[in-house]
Nanobody
Framework: QVQLVESGGGLVQAGGSLTLSCAAS????????MGWFRQAPGKEREFVAG??????STSYADSVKGRFTISRDNAKITLQMNSLKPEDTGVYYC???????????????????WGQGTQVTVSS
């Protein structure tokens, strides 16, 4: 069974930092683009950051540029989140693209594999 497992969520005050991690089990995603999405209550799931399978290309939502950094070590990815704001609150999902997928996906339909999500709450 293929699984993506997120960790590192929690409660933090505005201006603080959190690091999210995502690891795969059941198969390797070393040749898949991977990304992070988030979903706030009552809102659609939105793209946060993505990284190509080689790690050579990254993409960020405008709302997190300069504050969040995505990185990968083979099939494990991390999302370093700094200067957190209350509007960053939501469930954060790790996702993996199809095998050999090129580039960085920014839409939910680009990613066939999803984790269960981890809650991030930023208090004001």
């Amino acid at each position: 069974q293929v699984q993506l497992v997120e960790s590192g969520g929690g409660l933090v005050q505005a201006g603080g930092s959190l690091t999210l991690s995502c690891a795969a089990s059941g198969r390797t995603f070393s040749r898949n683009g991977m990304g992070w999405f988030r979903q706030a209550p009552g809102k659609e799931r939105e793209f946060v950051a993505g990284v190509s399978w080689s790690g050579g290309s990254t993409s960020y939502a405008d709302s997190v540029k300069g504050r969040f950094t995505i990185s990968r070590d083979n099939a494990k990815i991390t999302l370093q989140m700094n200067s957190l704001k209350p509007e960053d609150t939501g469930v954060y999902y790790c996702a993996a693209g199809s095998l050999g997928s090129r580039g960085v996906g920014t839409t939910t339909t680009w990613y066939p594999y999803w984790g269960q999500g981890t809650q991030v709450t930023v208090s004001s």
